[in-house]
């Protein structure tokens, strides 16, 4: 049975849902719908063609549905020459064609070995999901996790430092710390914005662009002004795409050895998550070190999916040059037999397959670290007070970090590092002067 290409990339896939993080999303972007269709043994009337496919067979195809391969295996020899599909009659070598048709992968001898392919359906499966649902979820994921912030600022409001700014300020990251990371935030926002504006180039932003046009222009535009506008446009966002890309995978080698350490799950994190982080109620304030649970979530997302992009954006960048899929299924499937439950994933796949792969794979992984993303910059700017300096000086208030990283203070005062302002002992209070009480007798002097 042929698996298709929306089962394969599902299994792929599972990674990211072991990770927790796809699983919400695999069902709706990993799988697209008219892909994940299983067998549509169709009773399609072929008699018209002598047999042979139909072009409701061919658009079924295009659309990603599965024709069985036994699909119009009749043979057009005889098909008068004046019909439909039987041009040659029976100087066609029906069967050649239809091997072609279905992928078969003839024999060549120059280099490029990829010309063995002469017709790839998979490509046709790929662009309906590139074009499709891959697109149409990845604008709902963003959209969804901003309306879930807003309404978490509606219901929760900006966490406040609850015992108001102190006077004292403590270093929370080095100069070489906050380069790191507002070197890896940069590139990340530039690789974002252009890879999404590829991404919705064709299905959004060019009616956007010919919208506004419309509002400026009184109503009209000429014929094809958003599609120029956006060309003209994207032509430098996809320059910034491959060249930007270098200053992220620098950045993320720089915080992975920066931060490593600091971010290996402990029990503390696990009662942090249990408290919800304290991020609901306003006098909770679970223990946290430098870096609280939620923290180091973050921490892994942008390390694992961060390398993830670059390894798929580099074999975009030299296509056919670095195959990943194939090897990945192989592991896949050795995994998955050895716990009874046998994937069967293709382990031969053609260059051009693992092109399609490398390239959902970068897109649906690009959009859930750019959800995370979303999330952390709402908690780092405006979400949270006093978190930003951080980032931004290096410093952050006193009250602030023993509200949200107490057992890092405590370890930053047992180190020397940091000293506390004395407590205020509160002063002596004066004596106060002998109570003037009136005698309760008359002092009669003594006789
Ligand atoms: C432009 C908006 C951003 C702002 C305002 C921002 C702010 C911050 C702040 C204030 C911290 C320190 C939190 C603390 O005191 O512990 C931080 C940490 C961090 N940021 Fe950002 N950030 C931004 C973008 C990004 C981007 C785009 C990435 C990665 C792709 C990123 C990755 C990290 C990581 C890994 C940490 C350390 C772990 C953590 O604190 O969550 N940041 N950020
Ligand atoms: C080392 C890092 C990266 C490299 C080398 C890289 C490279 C590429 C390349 C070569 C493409 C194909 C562009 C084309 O259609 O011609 C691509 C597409 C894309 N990239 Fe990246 N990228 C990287 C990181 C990122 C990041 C961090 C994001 C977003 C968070 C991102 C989002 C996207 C998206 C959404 C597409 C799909 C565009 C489409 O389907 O038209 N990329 N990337």
């Known amino acids: 049975m042929r698996i298709s290409l929306g089962k394969k990339l599902a299994a792929a896939l599972s990674f990211a849902v ?19 269709q299983s067998e549509t043994a169709g009773s399609t009337d072929r008699s018209a063609t002598g047999g042979v496919q139909t072009l409701d067979d061919i ?15 009749g043979s057009s020899d005889g098909a008068a020459a004046s019909d439909q599909l039987g041009t040659l009659g029976g100087a066609s ?45 990845a604008l709902y994921a963003m959209a969804g996790i901003v309306l879930l912030l807003a309404l978490f600022m509606l219901l929760r409001g900006r966490i406040r430092i609850q015992e108001g700014w102190s006077t004292v300020k403590i270093e929370r990251f080095t100069f070489i710390e906050r380069f790191g990371h507002w070197l890896l935030a940069g590139s990340f926002l530039i690789l974002a914005v252009t890879g999404f504006a590829l991404l919705f180039g064709r299905e959004y932003l060019v009616p956007a662009i010919d919208w506004v046009g419309m509002k400026m222009n009184g109503g009209e535009v000429a014929p094809g002004y ?15 795409h491959n060249n930007i890309a270098w200053a992220f995978v620098v950045s993320l080698v720089l915080i992975f050895f920066m931060w490593v350490l600091r971010n290996i799950p402990t029990w503390t994190d696990v009662k942090w998550f249990a408290q919800g982080g304290g991020l609901f109620s306003k ?88 959800i995370i993303i979303i999330a952390h910059i709402y908690i780092g700017s405006i979400g949270m007070q006093g978190a930003f300096g951080a980032m931004g000086s290096g410093k952050v208030d006193l009250n602030w970090a023993k509200e949200h990283h107490d057992l890092w203070v405590e370890k930053m005062v047992k180190d020397g590092k940091v000293t506390l302002p004395a407590a205020k002992v509160p002063a002596e209070p004066k004596k106060a002067p002998m109570p003037m009480k009136a005698p309760t007798k008359p002092n009669v002097p003594a006789e």
């Open 59 to 73: 658009l079924k195809r295009q659309r990603g549905e599965d024709v069985p391969a036994d699909a119009g295996t």
């Open 18 to 36: 072991m990770l927790g993080f796809g699983g919400a999303l695999l069902p709706s972007i990993g799988v697209p719908a008219a892909i994940a």
């Open 283 to 370: 006098n909770s304030h679970p223990h946290a070190r430098k870096f609280n649970g939620g923290q180091k979530l973050i921490f892994w997302s942008v390390i694992i999916f961060g390398a993830s992009l670059s390894a798929s954006g580099l074999s975009l960048l030299a296509p056919y040059e670095y195959p990943m899929f194939a090897p990945t299924f192989e592991k896949l499937n050795a995994a998955s037999e050895a716990i009874g439950y046998p994937l069967g994933l293709a382990t031969t796949l053609t260059p051009f397959q693992e092109m399609q792969y490398s390239h959902m794979w970068h897109t649906i992984i690009a959009t859930v670290l750019t």
């Open 93 to 137: 070598d029906s069967e050649l064609w239809r091997k072609a048709r279905q992928g078969d992968t003839f024999s060549v001898s120059i280099p490029d070995k990829k010309s063995a392919t002469l017709m790839q359906d998979e490509g046709a499966e790929w662009l309906a999901a590139r074009n499709g649902p891959m697109t149409q979820y």
């Open 226 to 240: 958003g599609k120029q506008i956006y060309a003209s446009s994207i032509g430098i966002g996809k320059w910034l």
